[in-house]
């Protein structure tokens, strides 16, 4: 049994949200153009809120390489802006649904992304 | 997203329609283009698990073409019942599924579902988006 997940670190680019404006075709200004960003509520440009979710994918890959995913949900909710520059990192720990509480937070310490991952119960207590 | 003239208001989406579906192949220029954010997600049989959002927010992007700029992202989940190989196509339908106004935000609730050319469900998501118009 895994108490807690293998945490997987990124550090944001802007590079890397271009590219994901690319792949996601998510071409959102708040995202890409630093003007637009600067002159709306967030203040400045924020990484897209899934770009930031794959570390919990990444996490879950690297605490269960043989996982075949069938069965797996994850729920998070958006707390604060990922900005370029910012260093953040996910971490997980068992829960008593038998799941994962996770949070991704950044180099502050803040919370910036908090959910549950759901897992088959077998993949957590071994069964076969 | 292009330049729309005319942008999707939140007055505009009705509850429980659904607003389209979209095809997409899990070809190698999509993955080369995933690799280039995450180098070190190599896919094995299966894409890399990131690939759910990807297919959904392509989706959702090609379906809602009209969104305002500053729409932002409030929360998100997936629920896979079994990850797409590479190279195959799939299709996702994507839904209104709610709507409602929290102080000075106007939330939407968006589902999408993926399904494979056998109509067998991959995944599905559902995201609440607070949007700007």
Redesign the interface.
Known sequence: MQVELSPVTSRITQDMINHYAVVSDDFNPIHVDPEFARGSPMGGIIAHGTLSVNLIWQSLGKTFPELSWGGVGIEVRFMRPVRVGDSITVTGGLNAELGYDVKICNQNGETVIAGKVKLPPRTITGEA | ?GQVANFLTFEDFVVDAELGRHDITLDTA?LD??K???P??QPGD?V???M???VS??SY??VVLA?P???????????????PAAGETVTTLVKVTGKEQKRERRWVHFRTETRDVTGGLCFFGSSVIAWAA
């Open positions: 997203m999509l283009s995933w280039k954010v995450f070190t997600d299966a890399p698990l990131g759910v959002a990807i927010m392509r992007a090609a969104r700029p500053g729409n932002l992202h409030g929360t998100q989940s997936y629920h896979i019942t079994r990850l």
